[in-house]
Nanobody
Framework: VQLQASGGGLVQAGGSLRLSCAAS????????IGWYRQAPGKQRELVAF???????NYADSVKGRFTISRDKAKNMLFLQMNSLKPEDTAAYYC?????????WGQGTLVTVSS
């Protein structure tokens, strides 16, 4: 499986971004897939995941602001991020949940200015 995240950028607080994860192989068929992020000096954390059945789960810090979705036909995973805050600044990655070390891609950087 190869994963390529994109869609990051610089945005002002309160703005929105939509991240995309292009996947090869059977990534979209795994039971749980999700988005992680790693801020400078902090550990990587899971921010949202979606099950094979379509149920979703979010970290408390992003609940109500972020929405995870997928397009099985296009083999893609998305993260719509609204009402962004400076503390959302991080590199964002897609992976299984729990993650698989070999699946980490380059990630996409999100920077939120105050």
């Amino acid at each position: 499986v190869q994963l390529q995240a994109s869609g990051g950028g610089l945005v002002q607080a309160g703005g929105s971004l939509r991240l995309s994860c292009a996947a090869s192989g059977s990534f979209l068929s795994f039971n749980y897939i999700g988005w992680y992020r790693q801020a400078p000096g902090k550990q990587r954390e899971l921010v949202a995941f979606i099950s094979s059945g379509g149920s979703t789960n979010y970290a408390d810090s992003v609940k109500g602001r972020f929405t995870i979705s997928r397009d099985k036909a296009k083999n893609m995973l998305f993260l719509q991020m609204n009402s962004l805050k400076p503390e959302d600044t991080a590199a964002y990655y897609c992976n299984r949940s729990p993650y698989v070390k070999d699946y980490w891609g380059q990630g996409t950087l999100v920077t939120v200015s105050s």
